[in-house]
Antibody, heavy 125, light 108 residues
């Protein structure tokens, strides 16, 4: 089981960036997928989730209206489109997989069991 | 939204010590509480889910307990590879999936 992020880099404030996460070694279409970020020297912050079948998505308040999570189950790919980037979006961005299949997040007793190595996004002001 | 706190924010311990980390939720989250370990420069790994269930492959020296608002992660005998930062995370009101601020376990 493996997740590999890409697409990070240095970008000016106000610009856009698209992150990708390539999944392998498991049935991608059966698992909900997340983006979690970590600012330099700080803790983990959950950013967004997309349900396993792509029917629903959810975001942390600070990125609503600016970031869009998406997935292509035919390609085993997860994406994060980040628009109107701010200095406070500077972080390592991890993609992470649900622990169990078909999670609907009601009575969800499970965590995030598979993580990528992360991709670094630096927003310069 | 539910807020998560952890204490202490950091601690120093020796190999062989028993270490306990506390996580507190601002409202009851039953046992929808999970623990992660993160080593410097690495991605987090899931240690414990549903407050007390060990994820596959996690050594038995790790244990979790608690329910409601107060939870603990215990390392019964600290090993050199356990020096890391530990995070709790709730899924009771998910989404959002809220993480605690972390507890850094350092070498005494």
């Amino acid at each position: 089981m493996q997740l590999v992020e890409s697409g990070g880099g240095v970008v000016q404030a106000g610009r856009s960036l698209r992150l990708s996460c390539a999944a392998s070694g498991f049935t991608f279409s059966s698992y909900g997928m997340h983006w979690v970020r970590q600012a330099p020297g700080k803790g983990l912050e959950w950013v967004a989730v997309m349900w396993y079948d792509g029917r629903k998505e959810s975001y942390t308040d600070s990125v609503k209206g600016r970031f869009t999570i998406s997935r292509d189950n035919s390609k085993n790919m997860l994406y994060l489109q980040m628009n109107s980037l701010r200095a406070e979006d500077t972080a390592v961005y991890y993609c992470a997989r649900d622990q169990v299949v078909y999670g609907d997040y009601r009575d969800y007793y499970y965590g995030m069991a598979v993580w990528g190595q992360g991709t670094t996004v630096t927003v310069s002001s | 939204d539910i807020q998560m706190t952890q204490s202490p924010s950091s601690l120093s311990a020796s190999v062989g010590d028993r270490v306990t980390i506390t996580c507190r939720a601002s409202h009851s989250i039953s046992n929808y509480l999970h623990w992660y370990q993160q080593k410097p420069g690495k991605a987090p790994t899931l240690l414990i889910y549903a407050a007390s269930s060990l994820d596959s492959g996690v050594p038995s020296r790790f244990s979790g307990s608690g329910s409601g608002t107060d939870f603990t992660l215990t390392i019964s005998s600290l090993q050199p590879e356990d020096f890391a930062t530990y995070y709790c995370q709730q899924s009771y009101t998910a989404p959002p999936f809220t993480f605690g601020p972390g507890t850094k376990v350092g070498i005494k």
